[in-house]
């Protein structure tokens, strides 16, 4: 019989044959002192397990942090690192950061000119340096892409069925974009881009779902700015858009998607936590 209150227990090693060659002690681990996770209340945790599962290192890394004091529960300090919690919304200071517990994350990103939203950037730094260590280790994947020269709202998540829904086409999430064009816009380009134009990897034309002329102000009629929305998301479609209705887009800025709109005092490269997906899905 194993003592597993002694600081040691007594691991067996197989042979090849499948026989017992060795018995030696390793040190005590609080994973081995756990009750089963079918025991706890459903929607709760070990603190460890909580802390690994947000992000905050390694499961003996996460002990390590409670067992020195460096982790707070709804603002007292815990060094149990079995102690059980809800292991969603939970208030936590780790290491002095403060953090709430989110077993799906969902962010929004205003991301700035100069980022790349691919997994595996290249020529640019990627967006997932903008997010704090804890998100950047949860691997958030971008919902959708935007250029590099593209600023705005981008969405993050870890949630696979959310992100499946907020990009799918089926969803018809519609995007808003405020674009800068080259040449004046006129009333016939965004008739055009309304009826549809054909784009080079597809004969089925694509059309916006709404195009407007956004003035300057009440007195000018010329304008060289363009408000799109639209439904889909295929690989440069606004630049393409517009280029097939003969003008060219110089700057391209995402202002909303499905209902939410870009808080106005997220600044260029904060992030802040999204709580609930209802404020996107129209
Ligand atoms: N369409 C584009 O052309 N670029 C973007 O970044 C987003 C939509």
Redo the contacts with the bound molecule.
């Keep these: 019989m194993v003592d597993f209150h002694q600081g040691a227990f007594l691991q067996l090693a197989n042979g090849h044959d499948g026989s017992t060659i060795a018995v030696w002690p390793v040190p005590l681990i609080s994973s081995f002192t756990m009750p089963p996770r079918s025991r706890l209340p459903a929607g709760h945790e070990h603190l460890a397990q909580i802390l690994f599962a947000q992000g905050f290192g390694a499961r003996r890394e996460c002990e390590g942090l409670v067992l020195h004091g460096l982790v707070q529960v709804d603002g007292e300090v815990v060094d149990d690192p079995d102690a059980v919690f809800p292991e969603d919304r939970l208030e936590l200071v780790v290491d002095g950061q403060p953090w709430v517990s989110h077993v799906k994350a969902l962010v929004m990103l205003h991301k700035p000119a100069g980022y790349e939203c691919s997994l595996k950037p290249g020529a640019w730094p990627g967006v997932h340096n903008l997010l704090p260590v804890p998100l950047r280790r949860r691997g958030l994947q971008p919902v ?4 590099q ?2 600023t705005g709202l981008l969405l993050m998540t870890d949630d696979g069925p959310l992100l499946h829904k907020l990009t799918s086409p089926r969803h018809h999430v519609p ?1 808003v ?1 405020e674009v800068t064009c080259k040449h004046p816009v006129t009333q016939a380009m965004c008739d055009k881009l309304l009826k549809g134009v054909v784009l080079d990897d597809d004969p089925a034309p694509v059309r916006a779902d709404a195009a407007e002329l956004v003035l300057p102000d009440a007195t000018q009629s010329d304008t060289n700015h363009l408000r799109l929305t ?1 439904l889909q ?9 517009v280029a097939a209705v003969g003008n060219r ?1 110089e700057g ?1 800025h ?1 202002s909303q998607i499905g209902r939410l709109s870009l808080p106005e005092d997220l600044a260029p490269g904060q992030w802040r936590w999204l709580d609930d997906p209802a404020l996107v899905l129209p």
């Design positions: 959708g892409r935007l250029d020269d593209t995007k974009y639209l998301g295929k690989y440069h479609q606004v630049k393409r858009m887009v391209l995402r």
